[in-house]
Structures are given as C-alpha cells and as structure tokens.
C-alpha cells in the first residue's frame, strides 16, 4: 500500500507553468497566481508555491514578532482538477454539469498534506480557504481527519452568486432569461447613448465595448474613489487607495484583471459607475462593483448594462460561468431577506439568473495551540506600541 504524496516547493524555471495549473485551469484562482505572490511578498510575506499531486497551493508565510516559528495562509486554494463547487448533485441543476465531481476530496486531501509540510517547516498554523461546495462530504470528511476547523471567513465573502453559461455562447437565450424589469434597463440605459470602456491587457474587438484610451491606472485610482464612497454609504470601510490600486495595475497589466465603466453619453462622458472583474479558470468574477448614487436617477441602469456588457465578454470568450460575486450579510453567512443592507445586491443579482452556491468557507489548522497564542500576543503588542509611537 502506498503512502501519502509527496509535497513539492517549485521555484525558478519550474514556477513556468504555474499560472497554467492554478488560474486559468478550471477551478483556478487569480488569488493563487505569481502576480499576487509578488504583491503579497512586497508586503513582508513569504510565497511559497507547493504542489501534490495535480493540486497547487500559493502558501502567504509570515513570522511571529520575537518568537520563532509564524503562520501561513493559502488565499482561495489550494486548486486542483475540477470545479469543486460543481460537486454536489443539485448544484447548477440547468446546466447539468457534474465536472467538479470528486475535486472537493483531491483538494481537501491535498490540503491536508500541504498543511503538514508547513507544520513540519516550523509553523504554527495555516489557514485555508479554496471554493468547495459547502454540501461536499468528502472534502469536508478530509479536512476533519487532518484536524481543521471553521474559522471566520478572511476574504469578504463566503458565498457566491453564479450564472452559468451556454457552450455554444448563446447570448438571447441568457438575454430572455433575465428578469423583464433588468431587461428593461439594460434597454433603456443603450437607448440613452451610456457607454460602456473597457480597460483589458488583452486585445480584441468584441462587440459592446470601447477601448479605453486613457492610462488604466488612472482609471483605477478613479474606481477607489468611487469604491470608497460606496463602502461609506454602506457602513464598512477600505484601507487606503495604495493596499487596492497597486495590485490592480499589476493584474491589469497581467491579464487577469478587466475593469469596465460606465459613461454619460461618450467615451469622454460623466462617470456613472464601474465593475472591476477577475479573468481566471473558465469564468470571469465580478470582484468590486460600485457606481454614482446621486445618477442613480438620470441613468438607473447604468450598472444593470455593465453586468450585462460583462457577461457577454463571458460568452465571447468562450466561458462557462459568470461568477457575480458574494451578497454576505455580515456574521450570518447566509442568503440575505428582505431589510438587510445587502439583500437589494441579492435581488440584483438574481435577476440575471445568478444562483446563490454555497460555500465550505475559511478552516484553520493549528499545529502548536502554545506558540500560536504567543505569536498573536506578541503581535499585538507590536502593532499596539506602533500604534503608539505614531499617534499625537
């Protein structure tokens, strides 16, 4: 009987075809790309690229302040084969799809090993969160026998909100299954001349879009702001434009990165709103979205024409999923009802057919309970007496 795989720590030439295995194979994770690790490794963390199997794990290491040993976190991985969220009977039940059948238990298992070759390099917990569907007995049978555990979730979302896309990229019949009210606005917005720009490293000419002329990190710093202003109409916060903008351009120049806006009349219009997405596996992501809302009035569909302008990039390039992003409502990790602040954003996005797939979420494994505590005390001490030496 054979034992378990063995994990690998790739560097040099063999990190050449990583982005191939762990972003744009189905499945795949901007999040778990070389781009994101040198973001990440600008900010103090130490990337390290492991594989078992067909399974890949960006791992984001950090040391403990005066303590050795540290932690490491593996941001929506690790990836493998497959579409995990897709494992489940009864998920995307229109599309009949079973593709991700089985992922769940590679990934849960690769996750398992990664986390002991951490533990065994000397640290002292890891954290995970790669997209499994929440229902997958096996993955979550693997990850109780490693000795995992739910932890809150680290990214804002844990659930998703997805539309799946015809093979043959049939754009009216996703168009007729709209709801007729967001039809209507979509409608209306082209017939009131909104243009719609696109900033994209990769080149094409597909119908809907104009080429943006204007420098892409202009445009971005423009969407923080408008990001911003969002985020202060509802209640929660962003870090500072340099934590969100710099990634940006880097993964715009990398091709993982589209940002759409939406304009009054002309490319050089009033801006109305913008949707910034992710290109990775077999979908686009829809990652930020955020608009004008003192033009909500003049052009109330205007962020209805750029969901739709995004899902018919989708289609012409072939992908199976328009991935519309999370409506969590904060702490209960579950579908939004009526009165909650995001339950308007659930109801947007429904009706464009999107379904709501439930996620496994974010676990943790804790190799030594002893230092972990020590390393977040000392930490904390650290940022306390930071915080001091700057403050007045």
């Keep these: 009987m054979s034992g378990p795989a063995a994990v690998r720590e790739l560097t040099g030439a063999n990190l050449d075809d990583w982005d191939a295995a762990a972003v744009h194979a189905p499945g795949g994770h ?14 103090g963390w130490r990337p390290r690229h492991l594989a078992v199997g067909d399974v890949r794990a960006l791992a984001l290491q950090r040391g403990w302040t005066g303590l050795p040993g540290g932690s490491a976190y593996i941001p929506r991985g690790p990836v493998g084969p497959g ?16 593709s991700g059948a089985g992922s ?22 890891i954290a995970a969160d ?5 229902e997958d007995a096996g993955y979550a049978a693997a990850l109780m026998a490693a000795g995992f555990h ?44 909104v243009v719609v720009l696109r900033w994209d490293a990769v080149p094409d000419d597909h119908e ?10 202009v445009a971005l710093d423009r969407f923080y702001g408008l990001l911003r202003a969002t985020g202060d109409r509802r209640g929660f916060g962003f870090a500072g434009p340099a934590e969100f903008t710099t990634w940006w351009r880097r993964a715009l120049a990398g091709g993982l990165l589209v ?15 913008g949707l910034l997405l992710y290109r990775h596996g077999t979908r686009l992501s829809t990652q930020h979205s955020a608009d004008r809302a003192e033009r909500r009035r003049d052009h109330p569909g205007a962020m209805h024409l750029l969901r739709w302008r995004a899902i018919e990039l989708a289609l012409a390039e072939g992908r199976d999923e328009m991935d519309l992003g999370g409506v969590d409502v904060a702490g209960a990790r579950r579908v939004p009802v009526e009165g909650e602040p995001t339950y308007g954003l659930y109801e947007h996005k429904r009706s464009f057919g999107a379904e709501w797939l439930p996620m496994a979420g974010a676990q943790e494994l804790v190799a030594r309970p002893w230092r972990y505590a020590a390393g977040r005390l000392t930490g904390k001490i650290a940022r306390t007496v930071g915080r001091g030496r700057t403050g007045g």
Excluded: C
Aim: cysteine-free.
């Design 30 to 43: 901007v999040y778990q790309s070389r781009a994101w690790a040198e973001h990440r490794a600008a900010s």
């Design 83 to 98: 579409r995990p969220w897709r494992a489940v009977d009864g998920a995307n039940r229109e599309s009949g799809d079973r």
């Design 104 to 125: 769940g238990v590679s990934i849960g298992d690769g996750l398992a090993a990664i986390a002991g070759h951490l533990a065994a390099s000397g640290l002292d917990v």
């Design 130 to 134: 790669p997209e499994v569907h929440a």
């Design 150 to 193: 739910a932890i809150p979730e680290i990214q804002p979302s844990r659930h998703r909100m997805a539309l799946s896309l015809p093979a043959d990229g049939d754009r009216s019949a996703i168009f007729d299954g709209i709801a007729k009210a967001t039809r209507q606005r979509i409608r209306r917005a082209e017939r009131d001349g």
């Design 208 to 217: 809907g879009f104009q080429r943006a002329t204007e420098d892409g990190g």
């Design 259 to 273: 940002y759409l806006e939406a304009r009054e009349g002309a490319a050089d219009g009033d801006v109305l709103g």
